[in-house]
Nanobody, 118 residues
Framework: QVQLVESGGGLVQPGGSLRLSCAAS????????MSWYRQAPGKERELVAS???????NYADSVKGRFTISRDNARNTVYLQMNSLKPEDTAVYTC????????????WGRGTQVTVSS
């Protein structure tokens, strides 16, 4: 059974840091691109960061220089290190896996809440 399980969310003060983890199982993790999305109340879901199977990364402009996505294929886990957090980073953060070969597949986790507030 395919599973993506996020953890590490919580309440943090502005300027603080948080590290999210997404543990994957049930598919060949190393062949999939992994991404973190987020969605705040009343807003559309947005792509925060992605990392390919070759470990190339991309970030939303709003988080560049503050967030770092990484993966550990041996542990089937993708991480999102979030530094210098701002109130506007408050959202539910969701892990996504995309595979293209031999067929297109997309898997989603259930999400973890991140709240940045003083």
């Amino acid at each position: 059974q395919v599973q993506l399980v996020e953890s590490g969310g919580g309440l943090v003060q502005p300027g603080g840091s948080l590290r999210l983890s997404c543990a994957a199982s049930g598919f060949t993790f190393s062949r999939y691109s992994m991404s973190w999305y987020r969605q705040a109340p009343g807003k559309e879901r947005e792509l925060v960061a992605s990392i390919t199977s070759g470990s190339s990364t991309n970030y939303a402009d709003s988080v560049k220089g503050r967030f770092t996505i990484s993966r550990d294929n041996a542990r089937n886990t993708v991480y999102l290190q979030m530094n210098s957090l701002k109130p506007e980073d408050t959202a539910v953060y969701t892990c996504n896996a995309v595979g293209r070969i031999p067929l297109n597949y997309s898997y989603w986790g259930r999400g973890t809440q991140v709240t940045v507030s003083s």
